[in-house]
């Protein structure tokens, strides 16, 4: 799962705000959210490679790369 904050200037939280998502490689599901009572808006990444991951919220956006790893075997 990944999770966007959504915060003004001052580092509080904005609810309701539109969040796209988009990834260069893997699926998103959702690919578009709205922020919740905390500003978090939440999508899940389903890969088996690394990917880069990009939240965008009005005219501001962030990039993470989120590395993808085995489980153990058991």
Same mark, same amino acid.
């Given at each position: 799962?990944?999770?966007?904050?959504?915060?003004?200037?001052?580092?509080?939280?904005?609810? /309701? $705000?539109?969040? !796209?998502?988009?990834?260069?490689?893997?699926?998103?599901?959702? *690919? &578009?959210?709205?922020?919740?009572? @905390? /500003? $978090?808006?939440? !999508?899940?990444?389903?890969?088996?490679?690394?990917?880069?991951? *990009? &939240?965008?919220?009005?005219?501001? @956006?962030?990039?993470?790369?989120?590395?993808?790893?085995?489980?153990?075997?058991?």
């Amino acid at each position: 799962m990944r999770r966007s904050f959504v915060l003004d200037a001052s580092g509080n939280a904005l609810p /309701g $705000v539109n969040v !796209t998502f988009s990834a260069d490689t893997g699926q998103l599901n959702p *690919t &578009a959210a709205v922020s919740d009572s @905390t /500003g $978090v808006a939440r !999508t899940q990444l389903t890969t088996f490679q690394t990917s880069k991951v *990009t &939240a965008t919220a009005g005219s501001a @956006t962030k990039e993470v790369t989120v590395t993808a790893t085995a489980a153990p075997t058991v």
